[in-house]
């Protein structure tokens, strides 16, 4: 369902006419006409007036539009190399989309940076092989195969590899924090 129907179908829920609804968000009839018929796209400020208007979270206007399936085949993947840092495998599409799939390989004794970092939004990191030590403040854990934990990325935290061998992870990131720079074929 389109951004427009969406708003239009929650201003007719509220028996609001274009023209009241128009008023309420400080925004003019033709574009509220406009923005309904999806004859033009509207910004995240003005989505904003028509949902506090219509009262609603703004989000309700953007879930559920859908994306077609993107397939990221293995030896399609984009991946990473920064400096000495170990190679990240973009597991997901990478480009567009507010999740981000990766997957690493962590050397024993492998520390990812130099200290407790941070970036926006949310993280999952789950281990498929190995053991990964995984501290956030006064929390710290030993992550087992299998074992996964999901937490504030702008909150500082570490992984690290907290076994004898190479441990091998999945990392999920909202919104997408490594941008690909390379893909291999």
Not at 35 to 59: G, H, R, T, Y
Not at 82 to 108: A, K, N, W, Y
């Amino acid at each position: 369902m389109s951004i427009g129907i969406k708003i239009k179908t929650n201003r007719q829920k509220l028996n609001l006419t274009i023209p009241q609804l128009a008023d309420i968000a400080g925004l003019s009839k033709g574009f509220i006409s406009q923005v309904e018929n999806d004859k033009v796209s509207v910004s995240l400020e003005s989505l904003q007036k028509i949902a506090s208007a219509l009262k609603v979270p703004v989000k309700d206007f953007l879930t559920n539009l859908s994306f077609p399936p993107e397939l990221v085949k293995k030896n399609g993947r984009p991946r990473l190399k920064l400096g000495d840092e170990p190679e990240v495998e973009i597991l997901s599409s990478p480009f567009g989309r507010q999740l981000q799939v990766l997957m690493t390989e962590l050397p024993p004794g492998y520390q990812a940076g130099n200290c407790a970092h941070t970036h926006e939004g949310e993280e999952w990191v789950m281990v498929l092989s190995g053991q990964v030590k995984v501290t956030q403040g006064d929390f710290s854990a030993i992550l087992e195969v299998g074992d996964s934990i999901h937490w504030d990325g702008s909150c500082p935290h570490l992984c690290q590899n907290a076994s004898e061998i190479p441990a091998k992870i999945i990392v999920a990131l909202t919104p997408p924090a490594m941008l690909p720079v390379s893909k291999t074929e």
